[in-house]
């Protein structure tokens, strides 16, 4: 999604201005300016310590910054009253790091909890509401009545996430969600997590580390450095920068290698589908001949079929 997308002309789905976050005499944002596009998936990436979880706790509620301005959805963050505040975080979900389910709830229970918040549903029509969000991220219907204890940590993921899709949200936070993934399980993650983007029409905020999911899956990727966003554009475009953390970050051995695999993936990606296109043009025109054989005159569809006689 470049900036002449049409999301682009659009208005922000979240925007910061001159956010300022402190803890004691420790400055971790000063002047931090951010727009979150309708319909992409956010990269959000720096140095540790550079307050990426910090800014997303502020987007959603749970930090008071000391300066600056947060709207979501058009409303300001802070300040709204308890209905409006209830209203708007129906809106979003979020996948905090770790997966923070709750460990005396099964799976299913964890999903419904959003759902016992903020309605009043009948515990049948919850069940199934359960059972579809926990299909929805590709777990077995058996990961239903189990604990968080007895998953894998891609299941717990997995389950963490159809936690958060569970009020069908406009807007989804990802807090390092293939963080201790092995390479399979991040790349199915992955994979999930653009699916349901484009089939919920979800705009995700992904804080990671992660440079192969940068690349996956991300349409423009925010970098944190000095205090500030100091730059919001594709990894490409990112890696041709002069900053020195973006330099070894983007163009290290790590990064060059994520890169070398996105350009694999992507040739991939295009050989399987010009095989495709060829295989429905080569299909196409034999149905195409075929139907043309059909209707022609039986003396001129057998002299089609033999050639001409010779005299």
Not at 194 to 223: G, K, N, P, S
Request: charged residues 20%; negative net charge; aromatic residues 4%.
């Amino acid at each position: 999604m470049g900036p002449t997308s049409p999301a682009a002309l659009l208005a922000p789905v979240i925007s910061v201005r001159g956010l300022v976050n402190r803890f004691g005499d420790q400055t971790v944002h000063d002047g931090l300016d951010l727009d979150v596009l309708p319909g992409e998936i956010l990269g959000v990436v720096g140095g540790s310590g550079s307050g990426k979880s910090v800014l997303m706790r502020s987007i959603i509620g749970l930090q008071v910054p000391a300066e600056g301005r947060i709207e979501v959805f058009g409303r300001e963050v802070s300040g709204i009253d308890a209905t409006e505040n209830k209203e708007l975080t129906r809106q979003w979900g979020i996948l905090f790091q770790g997966g923070a389910l709750f460990s005396g709830l099964t799976v299913a229970e964890n999903v419904l909890v959003p759902l016992r918040e903020y309605f009043n549903l009948s515990e049948g029509l919850m069940a199934e509401i359960a059972s579809y969000k926990i299909a929805m991220v590709g777990l077995p219907a058996e990961a239903g009545p189990k604990y968080p204890s007895e998953l894998s940590g891609g299941m717990k993921k997995r389950a963490a996430l159809a936690r958060s899709l569970a009020l069908d949200p406009k807007l989804l936070f990802l807090d390092e969600p293939t963080a201790g993934l092995d390479p399979i399980a991040a790349d199915g993650f992955d994979t999930l997590i653009r699916t349901l983007a484009e089939t919920m029409q979800l705009t995700v905020f992904l804080i990671t580390h992660d440079l192969d999911t940068l690349h996956a899956i991300c349409d423009r990727v925010a970098v944190i450095a000095d205090k500030k966003i100091i730059a919001v554009d594709t990894v490409s475009a990112l890696a041709k920068l002069d900053h020195p953390w973006m330099q070894e970050y983007f163009n290290g051995p790590r990064g060059r290698a994520a890169a070398a695999t996105a350009k694999q993936d992507g040739g991939r990606a295009a050989a399987a589908t010009a095989k495709q296109d060829g295989g429905r043009a080569a299909a196409a025109t034999a149905k195409q001949d075929g139907d043309r054989a059909a209707a022609a005159p039986p003396g001129l569809a057998k002299t089609h079929e033999t050639g001409p006689e010779s005299s």
